[in-house]
């Protein structure tokens, strides 16, 4: 059995990886009774605030303005549909919402005082808040976490080297910089990573590496599958076998037995079956609603028939500890002169795309013409 004071090394854990499958389900779904209640899902809301338009070259991302994906951009959502849409969630069993915002990182302004408006109507609405906003700094951090906020989201997404396959214009350094100041403002951590871009097993466990090497483990890991977006320097990947997604969840939830472990993109690339195998090798959370920031998801109905057929029933929002934790005062007054790093290095197939998406963005001018 292992705990969260278990040192791991990379071997170790490629041992957990690669051992026969049905051992390895059997023993991840021991561990997740160990600390968790295996028939309770906590059940996440994503909204997409800030849709597309982005200038970073996340390889996988159809919302990175240099690609040509066709998504509709659209500036920072109103307030109210924000608290309206969270409201139609609760009702529906969701007892987080997380807020999605296609930045590099937050700038101070008027933009992020909406942001904070956002949470603060969230937290009110005796809702978890999470948000997911790109970089951020510890007085801006500690802002959110003052406003109500709960978790904030920052995936590392994959190994250190493989890393610089996938994005170039910022660095894995600027991630875990921005995670550190997360937990700095007395936020939990939510951060995991993707699989299914061409990595190697051992970036997969080299991700995992990674995250037991930030000074807390995350409270919250999220777990993607790619989903291949036309436009995408990654459009041509193979969808990644739902094997390896129960094999990564369970090995997930055997290094970080506490942490919630969430299937997040890709669910609809899988089958019930294979979720259900997800949740018993330990997947303890989803994304809820026919949308995720911009790809499709399972919608409403479909989870709330997979959970009746599963015996799964929705988790109720945590005990809430604000007011417990002693938030470190002020940031709202004194600010941070942000120095994240713009790396720079080229990556050949998110070159390619870029220049795709520019060719099909001329000819459609010249057509308009
Ligand atoms: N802009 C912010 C950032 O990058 O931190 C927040 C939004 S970003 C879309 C959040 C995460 O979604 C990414 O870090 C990545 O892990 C995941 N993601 C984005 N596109 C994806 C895709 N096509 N398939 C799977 N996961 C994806
Ligand atoms: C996370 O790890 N996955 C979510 C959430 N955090 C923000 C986002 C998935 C996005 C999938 C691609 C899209 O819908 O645009
Ligand atoms: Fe921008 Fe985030 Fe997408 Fe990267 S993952 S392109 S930072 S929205």
Redesign the pocket.
Known sequence: MTDNTTTWTKEAILDVYNQPLMELIFKAAQVHREYHDPLKIQVSKLISIKT?G?????G??????RYHTGIEKNDLMPVEEVLSTAKAAKENGSSRVCM?????NVQDGEDFEQVLKMVSGLRDLEMEVCC?L?MVTESQATRLAEAGLHYYNH?I?TSEEYYKDI?S??GFNDRIKTLENVRKSALKVCSGGIIGMGESVDDRIGMLMGLLKLSNPPESIPINALVPVEGTPLEEQEIVPVWDVVRMIATTRIVFPKSTVRLSAGRTQMTKEGQALCFMAGASSIFAGDKL?TTPNPGENEDMQMFNLLGLTPSEKEKDNTGKVKIRKAASTQKEDAKWSRPGHTIERNVAATEKGKAIRRELKEEAK
Do not use: H
């Open positions: 597309g982005c200038p970073e070259d996340c996988y991302c159809p919302q990175a303005a999605g915002a296609a930045w590099r997911t790109g995936n997404d994005i214009t910022r920031l």
